[in-house]
C-alpha cells in the first residue's frame, strides 16, 4: 500500500501574482450525475435540467447545465489554483451566461488575474480575477469576475522589526 504524499500543498502565494498572468484550470464535465446531484441538493429539477424528453422539446433540444451548477464549479476550482494560500471568496461581480453548457459537455475554465490590491506589510491581499468558462464547441459559455484574498508567503507575514531565535537545544 502507497504512503501518502508528504509534501506541503501547492500554494500561488500574493507575492507571485501579478495582473494579466493565466493562472491554469482543467476541464471539467459537466455529467448527467454531476447536474443530478445539484438538482437535488438545491431542490432544482426544472426539467430543462434534468428531463431528456422534456428537453428535446425546447430550443436547446438536450437537457441543459444549471448556470450556477457551473458558476459554482469554476469558482469552487480557485481553491486548487491558489492551494493553501487562498483565504476567503470577497465577491462575484457581473455574471454572464452566453451560450448554454450541454449535460455531458466537457467544460474548460480560464482564469485571468485583474488586479491585485495590497497594502505593504499587511498580511494578505485582494487578488480579482475573470473567469471564462468554454462550452465544449470552443465557444464562450460563461463570464464573470470574482475577488479573492489571498496570503503572503508564510516568510513575508514576518514583521521585519523581529527577530526570531531559534529555541536552545537541550544536552
Known amino acids: 500500500m502507497s504512503q501518502p504524499s508528504t509534501s506541503p500543498p501547492s500554494a500561488l502565494w500574493l ?3 501579478r495582473p494579466g498572468m493565466c493562472l491554469g484550470m482543467p476541464a471539467f464535465d459537466c455529467s448527467a450525475e454531476l447536474v443530478a446531484a445539484y438538482a437535488g441538493l438545491f431542490d432544482a429539477h426544472h426539467p430543462i435540467h434534468v428531463d431528456a424528453e422534456f428537453a428535446k422539446t425546447t430550443r436547446y433540444g438536450r437537457p441543459i447545465a444549471h448556470g450556477p451548477l457551473v458558476v459554482a464549479k469554476a469558482l469552487a476550482m480557485l481553491g486548487d489554483v491558489f492551494g493553501e494560500a487562498l483565504q476567503v471568496l470577497l465577491g462575484v461581480n457581473g455574471w454572464c451566461f452566453y451560450g448554454p453548457v450541454y449535460v455531458g459537455d466537457r467544460v474548460a475554465p480560464a482564469c485571468t488575474v485583474l ?3 495590497a497594502s505593504r506589510g499587511g498580511r494578505a491581499g485582494a487578488v480579482e480575477v475573470e473567469l471564462r468558462v468554454l462550452g465544449a464547441d470552443g465557444s464562450l459559455a460563461q463570464r464573470g469576475t470574482a475577488s479573492v484574498l489571498v496570503a503572503r508567503r508564510p516568510a513575508e507575514n514576518l514583521r521585519p522589526d523581529l527577530t ?5 537545544t537541550e544536552p
Open 15 to 17: 507575492g507571485d501574482i
Open 115 to 117: 488586479a491585485v490590491n
Open 164 to 168: 526570531i531565535h531559534p529555541s536552545p
